[in-house]
């Protein structure tokens, strides 16, 4: 097979800049696309705008068949609204807005481009996690909507993956999540970050790589942490 292309949505975050730049400098792939709400013409990807997730799947599907969609997106505050702390706090259009781009965002990227992967080797689709995301490891409450929004990607990353192994049973569909980083959707929260705890983002960049490059198809519906372990469901 011709070397395949890679595909990295939310490129103008701090994680999928670093990611995609760090792809580019590997040179494994015949081409890193690019995609994000703030970049202009073909580059334009809004995730609550179906039509444009649609375009930039239209113009990948032109060449080399991905063998890597990493959708690197997420929404934890905006304007006055951030993360709930108590039930007083729930507002429904804010809830309705995390799961816009925390869930359903991903899941329109992955109806377009999953159809896309590379049908040879292992290709990966994957989905920027949340350890807050897990049913079993939440200990503490809050957050409801980032929380709930993150939940719901697991299981849509559990139910892409069935989905992937009709058509390639090497496939891989898996959520990661990168601790940490200290991006603008982290600055408000860093505070309470242990030391040693909050990397840059070209650190994560590298270390996401290193977990997607050490996966397995056995591994494909689960979620995984910065440093390879699995996250419960």
């Not at 930039?56 to 304007?79: I, K, M, N």
């Not at 591994?219 to 942490?225: M, V």
Request: glycine share 10%; hydrophobic share 45%.
């Amino acid at each position: 097979m011709s070397r395949a292309s890679a595909v990295v949505i939310g490129a103008t975050g701090g994680i999928g800049g670093a990611f995609a730049d760090l792809l580019e400098e590997e040179g494994a792939h015949a081409r890193v696309w690019r995609f994000g709400r703030s970049l202009t013409g073909t580059a334009h990807l809004d995730l609550t705008d179906e039509a444009t997730i649609a375009a930039a799947a239209a113009q990948v599907a032109a060449g080399p068949p991905p063998s890597l969609v990493f959708v690197a997106t997420g929404l934890l505050s905006e304007g006055e609204h951030g993360p709930e702390k108590a039930l007083r706090d729930l507002d429904p259009a804010w809830l309705a807005r995390m799961f816009a781009i925390n869930a359903i965002g991903p899941a329109m990227v992955a109806k377009h481009f999953l159809p896309l992967l590379a049908r040879e080797g292992t290709p990966v689709f994957a989905a920027l996690s949340a350890r807050v995301g897990s049913i079993a490891d939440n200990r503490l409450g809050g957050w409801h909507g980032y929380r709930a929004s993150k939940s719901a990607l697991t299981m849509l990353i559990r139910n892409f993956a069935i989905d992937a192994a009709c058509t390639n049973k090497r496939s891989i569909v898996v959520g990661l999540h990168p601790g940490t980083v200290d991006t603008p959707l982290s600055k408000p929260f860093q505070s309470n970050v242990a030391p040693g705890k909050l990397f840059a983002p070209d650190r994560a960049a590298n270390q996401l790589l290193d977990v997607v490059e050490g996966l397995k198809p056995s591994d494909s519906g689960k979620c995984f942490a910065w440093d390879g372990s699995e996250i419960p469901a």
